[in-house]
């Protein structure tokens, strides 16, 4: 087999499975990793493209083309290894840290794009055979020598960054780091040994290749699309609480910071052990059926077991140590000290009204999540739709139904509007494309599951206002001024107040975040989308009121990430 035969193969089977590379990875459920990993993939078959038509070249024009892809694909992708490696080590870079990056990029990118134009990358290059294999004989310019330095920056870097961290982070797997050091290491390394090999032997694809290929094994086999993702939406952000996570089988899997200052064991503990081997006090928490308080020093935590469900399965548990310190100060009080208890009361019930509100967030935020909308939707959604009632407030509109108490209701009610939801199936919620009827019947039927759900799950709630106003949000605000909407078609003001309201608010956010089926609207579209929709999908009179406060809408979109 001649030299040609065998670089042929190669080239050929490195971009067949760059190929699969992307469709396994495109076929993962969707997440932040999932995108990036998309996006490397998609380079490294640019790179691996750019060398099979390399090794087919009979021209010098044919030749720099595939360098062209070659230097794309390669560049990009030293860009993507570097933001993996800072996302999965979660590193707060300075803010002025990937614009540079990414601008230099860029310029490498613009470089190598127009090499043939300019004496920056090559200085002259001319096209010959060696041994039957077509290749470029270059004359490297200075943007070259820049590119090969940034090259060795980003793998001895990266080396240097997966070692720190691995003596930093104690419960990483021993086998991890060596994957991870592999990553930079390889197209490096393949890089070094072009000195002492032929000039027609490259073989650069294929090192990109077995690091991408490294990265999908580690993705998989440390499940980042598991258990963890799904956890941290039942975690409130407290100083104050103790959070523990575990899987399904009690293995260990994360904790934070106060919990490791209540269990200092759990600082030495590895992911994925057992949880009794950790701590037995911690393993007889979670299986007992009424667990005990808590006592460090003068602090006291009430210990509560939630439950991760996904698909209807058990995936983990969440053990959250609340600090009731407080509330165990106020039971002693209550002997001695009658005036106070009311004082305590009055402070204790308002903290559990803010406790339960950043739980039907978070609970929300999850629901969100599986239409693969971020959980800032349901916060956005919510200050909307209580900016238009506080508009309406002002002007004296509705009167008779908008008051203090109204605002404060629908602030509360509005981030439970798509509860429905969780009985959609993933396939529908997170489908790219248009939905078939009979998906869309399926799809419109989560009004009326949501209203059933806050129905059963608010059966025993005192405040009947609350009751009928969650339940209507969840039912109607997908009803229109005109009738036709679903799933009752109303029309006009036989629409709750609080619906109507809502469906404004929704659809803004809706026309103004990435969705999968949909592209993102900027502000003056989504703005005048809805002006065109009064009197038809939205009342008249609210859309008046939305307009008023363009300003203060679009300052909320983009603080909060809109």
């Known amino acids: 087999m001649t030299m040609y035969e065998s670089l042929y193969i190669l080239y050929s089977i490195g971009l067949i499975i760059s190929i699969l590379c992307i469709i396994g990875v495109a076929f993962q459920k969707p997440s932040d990793e999932q995108k990036l990993m998309l996006l490397i993939s998609f380079f490294a078959f ?16 044919a030749s720099i083309l595939a360098c062209k892809l070659m230097y794309l694909g390669g560049s990009s992708l030293y860009f993507l290894f570097v933001l993996f490696f800072v996302r999965y080590y979660k590193i707060k870079t300075p803010k002025l840290f990937f614009p540079i990056f990414a601008m230099l990029c860029i310029i490498f990118a613009g470089a190598t794009l127009t090499m043939d134009q300019h004496h920056w990358f090559y200085q002259s290059f001319t096209f010959a055979y060696e041994t039957g ?9 200075m943007l070259h020598t820049v590119y090969m330095v940034m090259e060795a920056a ?11 961290q691995s003596i930093k982070r104690k419960d990483k797997e021993k086998w991890e780091p060596f994957l991870l050091v592999a990553v930079p290491l390889i197209p490096a390394a393949i890089h070094l040994g072009r000195l002492y090999l032929p000039t027609q032997i490259d073989l650069a694809s294929i090192g990109i290749l077995l690091s991408e290929i490294l990265l999908i094994i580690l993705i998989y086999r440390l499940k980042i699309y598991d258990i963890n993702d799904t956890a941290k939406q039942l975690i409130i952000d407290s100083m104050d609480d103790a959070i523990v996570v575990v899987d399904h089988n009690y293995q260990y899997k ?44 003068n602090w006291v935590y009430e210990p509560h077991i939630k439950t991760i469900r996904r698909n209807n399965q058990i995936r983990g548990y969440v053990i959250w140590y609340l600090d009731v310190t407080e509330s165990e100060k106020r039971k002693e009080l209550v002997l001695n000290y009658q005036q106070d208890l009311e004082k305590e009361v009055i402070l204790k019930t308002a903290q559990i009204e803010e406790i339960q509100e950043q739980m039907i967030i978070s609970f929300a935020n999850i629901i969100e999540i599986r239409d693969t909308i971020t959980g800032e939707h349901v916060r956005r959604t919510s200050i909307y ?36 939801k969780i009985m959609v199936s993933d396939s529908i919620l997170n ?53 036709g909407g679903y799933p009752k078609a109303l029309s006009g003001e036989a629409i709750p107040l609080s619906a109507r309201i809502m469906a404004i608010a929704d659809v803004f956010d809706a026309l103004t975040s990435e969705r999968p089926y949909k592209e993102i609207y900027d502000y003056d579209a989504a703005f005048e989308i809805i002006k065109k929709e009064r009197g038809l999908h939205f009342d008249p009179v609210l859309v008046d009121a939305f307009l008023s406060i363009r300003e203060e809408i679009e300052a909320v979109g983009k603080e909060l990430g809109n």
């Open 46 to 61: 640019l790179l691996s493209l750019g060398y099979w038509f390399g090794i087919q070249s009979n021209s010098a024009d």
């Open 133 to 141: 294999v077509p290749v470029l004989i270059k004359e490297y310019g």
């Open 154 to 164: 980003v793998a001895v870097g990266l080396v240097v960054l997966v070692i720190y």
């Open 254 to 297: 994360d904790a934070n910071e106060q919990a490791i200052v209540l269990f200092p064991e759990l600082a030495r503990a590895k992911k994925d052990a057992k949880l009794e081997d950790i701590s037995s006090y911690l393993d007889q928490t979670l299986k007992s059926e009424d667990p005990s308080l808590f006592y460090l020093g």
């Open 385 to 420: 739709a209580e900016k238009i009632a506080a508009v309406l407030y002002k002007n004296g509109d509705y009167s008779e139904i908008i008051n203090e108490r109204f605002i404060r209701l629908l602030h509360s009610a509005a981030p439970l509007h798509d509860v429905g």
């Open 431 to 483: 489908k790219p494309g248009k939905l078939t009827e009979e998906e869309w019947i399926l799809m419109k039927k989560h009004a009326e599951n949501g209203q059933s759900i806050l129905k059963n799950a608010l059966a025993k709630i005192q405040d009947v206002d609350y009751y009928n106003m969650v339940c209507e949000v969840a039912m109607y605000h997908h009803e229109r001024w005109i009738g």
